[in-house]
């Protein structure tokens, strides 16, 4: 799976070539045969007898390009001027920027926009501070917070190297719902100064979204929050992941025919998405479901539970799932069970085990990029697998969810995101994959399906006002 070239590795090489024919062909042959795989092709100068293109070319990897420009060397007549790292090229500057919706051309403009005349607007906030949920940015603004403690598979990266990802979500967050989205990298780790920072900035935004906070201080910061703002807070590890799961599962009930309230569930990992996969279940009417953390299966026999060192979420964990107090690996209990679902690590126990799962097993390996159990060898023993990468079918991604939740959260002035939100949102996602489109490798929308944030913010906006979390 390592070796597939992929745009992450994209790069333009800029290659002096002989003006004769053949030459060109000659390179792209070497480009090949080195493992690249080109894509554009663009002439940029002729001289005399030479020509400069400029290649466009995906690779496996950055050791795999010093390969590549020395195939190209090797050709009579070929050298390399210049080597362009794409997605440095992308992030160069930042992903985003600022702009003025109403341009200042005249006098007229800048007394409305600025003073004298923003001071009217001022004073009618300051006598109904709701107003500025419809006169400024609120309206339309989602802070992204993180402390760069838990980043992608990176671990504790710290705030200034967070930001690419942050600014990534913002630019998603505008991509698919149109919510202008700001990061916010904070220099601290103590939950306490990270809900301070949060509530001090809160005037300024009409959401808060947090992202890639380590566990288990993830669900103190977000669950003070919530009792503590009156604007939305989300935790995208947490229940974005969680949305989209659960809203793969219900269409591979379609197909499977299985009830949720009668599966029997294994989930290993039990950090931020673990434990909110654990809990929509739950909500959503599973109720046999067993967890494993990097110690083996969770119970309240655990000697860490017993001497109470286990941490408070997972001593919930303990007292919720689990009635036989099983313990061990999670691979010796894989026997009789429907689902797992994967949010741990590689390679965590061989295909093979997957035998002992009820007929119709679906295996949700979320481990990225390097999945629980390799799809190609799951494949013989489940009839459906899902994914957290894109070059396989049924990907579990995040930005089905989180934009839409958002959108629907912004437009019914939602003070907050409930469980029920969450469950209308799994569904609004699983009901746009049609009956006649609904099959083993199709049980979840495309991340660039443009319908999916729309039918995912009516849902969230219905079931807010349905719930009394925004005015009716």
Known sequence: MSGTPSAQYSIVLRVEIDHRPGALGAVASAIGAAGGVIGDVALVSV????????????????????????????????????????????????????TAKHPLKTRDDLAMAYTPGVARVCDAIAADPALSHDLTIRKNTV?????????????????????????????????????????????TKDP??????????????????????SAPRCFEIEDRLKAELDIPVFHDDQHGT???????????????????????????????????????????????????????LVSTSRPDYVDGSMNSVKRWYAEMSNPEGLTGPPGDHLGGRDLFVGLS??????????????????????????????????APYARIIATGRSDYPNQINNVLAFPGIFRGALDARATRITEGMKIAAAHAIAGLVADEDLREDHII??????????????AVAEEAVAEAAAPA
């Open 242 to 296: 969680a949305i989209v799961t659960l809203a793969a599962l219900i269409n591979a009930c379609r197909i499977t025919g299985k009830r949720l309230e009668d599966l029997s569930v294994l989930v290993t990992g039990l950090g931020a998405a673990g434990v909110a996969v654990t809990k929509i279940l739950l909500s959503a009417g599973v109720t046999d479901i067993i967890g494993a953390d990097s110690k083996g």
């Open 345 to 378: 690590g590689a390679r965590l126990f061989p295909a093979e085990r997957l035998a002992a799962m009820n007929d119709d097993a679906m295996v949700f390996a979320m481990a990225n990029p390097n999945p629980e159990v390799a799809p190609e060898e799951a």
């Open 47 to 98: 001289t005399g007898d030479t020509l400069v293109r400029d290649i466009t070319v995906s690779a496996s990897g950055q050791g795999a390009w010093d390969a590549i420009t020395t195939a190209i060397a090797e050709q009579a007549g070929a050298r390399v001027v210049q080597l362009v790292d794409r997605t440095f090229q992308v992030h160069e500057g930042g992903k985003l920027e600022t």
């Open 143 to 187: 802070a992204v917070v993180t402390d760069g403690t838990a980043v992608l598979g990176l671990g504790d990266i710290g705030p200034e190297a967070s930001l690419p990802v942050m600014e990534g979500k913002a630019v998603l967050f505008k991509e698919f719902a149109g919510v202008d989205a700001f990061p916010l990298a904070l220099s």
């Open 445 to 458: 929308p495309s991340v660039f399906d443009r319908e999916v944030a729309p039918a995912v913010a009516a």
């Open 192 to 213: 306490d100064e990270i809900v301070a920072i949060c509530k001090a900035v809160a005037p300024t935004f009409g959401g808060i979204n947090l992202e890639d906070i």
